[in-house]
Each structure stands twice: as C-alpha cells, then as structure tokens.
C-alpha cells in the first residue's frame, strides 16, 4: 500500500451493503489513524444520479478532505471513486488523502469502479460540475504546440517507414507531402542532367534549391526555392543559412581519370530555426529521398552497403524471417549515401564530399609479434 493504511471491516460492511441495496446512492469515508472508515451513507431519492448530487452537498466541508463512493447505475462496474480534497485542507491530510486513494479502491475491489476522480472544489460535485465533467470526457486534452509537431513527427516517422510508393508521401493526418508545380519540373530537368546543378527546395516552405527546396509549414508541401549552378567549393555559400532546406545537387568530378557526376541529397537545419520548423524537415527527409526516387526516378549516388548479420540476428531473438528482412531494409536505408545532414551550411565542405567518392585504400598492417614476458 502506497500510505500503509488499509480498509476496515466496517467499510467493507457498508460498500457491500451499498452495492446489494439500489435505495443507496452511495457513501462517505475517511481515515481514521490507520485505517480507512465510513463516515455518511448517502441515500437514493431519484433514478437520476444528477438529481441526487444535491444530497451530497450538506455533507461535504470546505476544509476537510473524504472519499466519496456513488451509484452511477446498476452496472456491475457502476461506481466512481471520488477523493475530495479542498484546497483549505492542512498541507499533511493533502498528502495522506492523496496518496491513499488507490488503497481504497483496491481494497474494495477495482472491477466495481468504473473511474476514479481527484477533485478540489465542492462545485466539481454538484450538477454543473459533473456536467462539464461528462462533456470533458469526449474531448481530448489539448497539446502544446511542442506536443502537437511531436505527434506530427510520429505519424510522419511512422508514414515513412511504411512506405507506399504514392507520389505524396503523407505528413501525419494534415496535409501531404509532395513534389509538384516547378520544383517537379526543375528535379526532372537536373534528373536528365541538363540544367543548374542544384537545386533547393522548402517545406511550401520545403525549398528546391541549386535546385533547392523547402517546406511550407502551414501547407506541408514542398515547393521550389531556387536553382543555380555551382562548384562543391561554392556549395556552402549557395545554401541558405536562415532556413532549413533540401538540396539536390549533382557533383561532377573525375575519379581516376573518368568523369562522374553523381546526385547527392542535403538536409541543412541553421540553428535559428524554429523548433516546428526542425521537427517537420527531419520527420521528412526520407518521404522527400523516395518521393525523388520512385515519382520522379531521380537515382542518387549509393555506396554498397557490407553484408549486415540483421536477419539472422532477429530471427534468433523470436523475429520471423519476413519482418526481421524488413528491419534490416530499414537499417541499410538509413545508411545509404552519399546523403549530408549539416545544422549550417559552412559544415558541408569540398572535402567532405570528396571523400565520399574517394575509393578507400585499405591498410595493411603486418604482424606484429608479441613481446616476450620476463624482466624489465
């Protein structure tokens, strides 16, 4: 028990009396040293539970702290558990009233108790109160605007991972998320390789830029914010650094004699950013890569992932074959590439990029032979 008080026969007497007798509309009780007692019974002078919360008003004290058990119907579970705890009540009977109130359900049986209420003023028992009570019940608590972009990143995060090879990938139940208008156009032109070779977008604020692009927060579409050309060396300063962007910018260089002009994907965020504004770009960045690849058939540069032990891996701690297949599809989207992610535009640097194309030169090391053990 959470206060160390338990229920008295006594009022476990006057709960089974007030269960097997419908006149009864319910009881008062309080605690006693240690020991939960019944205090009032409250009689039934009417069919409406609303008409009989009149008679419990005489009965409550603005300063002293019971619990209330009533009838809402002839249910089985057709009673609510009701602490009352007045706001002029001394510091120490709060807290011991408070902390006690799931005892007094438990100990009188949870599966007869429909809900439980906390309430701190006598009006919250009267008919209005409970009226308003009722009417909150259908109404769901309101979200900060904190929560409410959190909850849209979630059903976005979860749209994401779905997938469904639709040309609008689906930003929680709101709005849509797609590439349309100019920045369609402008990406089919940089897919062909003719034209600027960047491009930005917003989110309708997301911005098309170099063909850049971006989100628009309100409408949650993505729209064109610019195009341009440019050099790896010149890429910082073509990104905007006052908001976030997806860039699509296609990199062409030599490797090892031979031309190459891969796409690349860039997600920047500049620290200035508001919190929606972060939240939206992140939870979409993967609805924009496969909105690019399976509606428009843009190809982005991709480096091979190693063999991964994933599936093996999940089928031994209880995954079926399919679903631990799926995770793993999941694990190697996320590391395909060449993708940057950059909080400023300064971060992505002509050498970052090249070292993503630069083939690795695997370092042998030879066998190093252990000291033999003795003195020092």
């Not at 939206?280 to 032990?309: C, M, N, Q, T, W």
């Amino acid at each position: 028990m959470q206060s160390g008080i338990t229920a008295s026969q006594e009022l476990h007497s006057a709960f089974n009396s007030l269960v097997s007798t419908p006149s009864q509309r319910g009881l008062l009780a309080s605690i006693q040293g240690e020991t939960l007692v019944p205090k009032e019974t409250i009689p039934s002078k009417s069919p409406s539970f609303l008409d009989d919360l009149a008679l419990l008003s005489p009965l409550i004290l603005p300063a002293v702290p019971s619990y209330i058990v009533l009838r809402l119907d002839t249910a089985p579970d057709g009673f609510v558990a009701i602490t009352y705890v007045p706001d002029a009540a001394p510091v120490r009977q709060k807290m011991l009233f408070a902390s006690t109130r799931l005892t007094l359900v438990r100990e009188l049986g949870t599966e007869r108790f429909r809900e439980t209420l906390l309430v701190t003023e006598k009006r919250e028992l009267e008919r209005e109160g409970w009226e308003r009570h009722e009417r909150s019940k259908g109404v769901a608590a309101p979200l900060t605007e904190e929560e409410e972009v959190l909850k849209g990143v979630k059903d976005a995060e979860a749209e994401a991972r779905g997938g469904t090879g639709s040309k609008r990938a689906q930003f929680g139940t709101r709005a849509s998320l797609g590439i349309e208008g100019e920045a369609r156009r402008t990406l089919e032109v940089l897919g062909e390789g003719s034209g600027d070779n960047l491009v930005q977008l917003r989110k309708e604020n997301v911005r098309l830029l170099m063909r850049q692009q971006k989100i628009n927060v309100q409408s949650e579409v993505l729209e064109f914010a610019g195009t341009s050309s440019t050099s790896a060396e010149g890429l910082a300063t073509s990104l905007s650094d006052t908001e976030p962007r997806f860039s699509f910018f296609r990199y062409t260089h030599d490797l090892e004699g031979t031309p190459q002009s891969p796409l690349i994907f860039i997600y920047t965020c500049p620290p200035g950013s508001k919190i929606r504004e972060r939240m939206l770009y992140a939870s979409s960045k993967l609805g924009v890569i496969r909105a690019a690849e399976e509606d428009l058939g843009l190809e982005f540069a991709k480096k091979v992932p190693p063999p991964h032990p994933f599936p093996h891996c999940l089928s031994t701690i209880g995954f079926e074959k399919e679903e631990a297949a799926r995770y793993t599809h999941l694990l190697i989207q996320e590391i395909r590439g060449p993708q940057f992610e950059a909080s400023s535009p300064s971060e992505i640097t002509p050498s970052m990029i090249e070292e993503e194309f630069r083939p690795k030169q695997e370092q042998k090391q030879g066998f190093s032979r252990p000291k033999r053990p003795g003195k020092r």
